[in-house]
């Protein structure tokens, strides 16, 4: 008997000890700017569907809003978003105007078919990628150069 309350305290002991050895794994949190720069990644899959790839760079950059300035973009028609985006504060004008130019350009893409050329769909990625570059926020180890372009 003495050997069975033994056992069963060093099996509590034991659980206790490695209850406390485990330890939380870190949540690794990635920024909306990498999320979106991932998910363009293998959008040139895509140039020869120029409605999938338009619609996937849009998606692309109206998620970016939501989840980096909580703009209600993703679930919206793009002239309520822009009259909602005109009145705020949050993007520089020049940032408004590269966002409205491009989704102006998605949209002739989606619901009007217009057939780009191949270069034009590259130009729509390179206006998305600038503007998730020019409106991510800066680390600390990229303000010394952003303040020294200034």
């Not at 000890?17 to 920024?31: E, H, M, N, S, Y």
């Not at 293998?42 to 109206?62: F, G, I, M, Q, T």
């Not at 973009?73 to 309520?80: G, I, L, Q």
């Not at 570059?133 to 600390?140: F, I």
Request: proline share 6%; hydrophobic share 45%.
């Amino acid at each position: 008997m003495l050997a069975v309350t033994i056992l069963v305290a060093a099996w509590f002991v034991w659980k206790k000890l490695k209850r406390r050895k485990t330890v939380a794994k870190p949540v690794v949190v990635i920024p909306p700017h990498r999320r979106a720069k991932d998910r363009l990644r293998n959008v040139n899959e895509l140039l020869s569907d120029p409605y999938a790839y338009c619609s996937l760079v849009s998606d692309v950059v109206r998620t970016y809003l939501e989840e980096r300035f909580d703009l209600d973009a993703p679930d919206r028609t793009t002239e309520e978003f822009l009259e909602e985006m005109r009145s705020t504060a949050i993007l520089h004008p020049d940032h408004k105007a590269l966002l409205e130019e491009f989704l102006s350009r998605c949209d002739l893409v989606k619901f009007a078919r217009f057939e780009p050329t191949q270069d034009e769909l590259k130009a729509l990625l390179d206006s998305a990628l600038r503007f998730i570059d020019e409106t991510a926020p800066l680390t600390t180890s990229e303000e010394p150069a952003a303040a020294a372009n200034v």
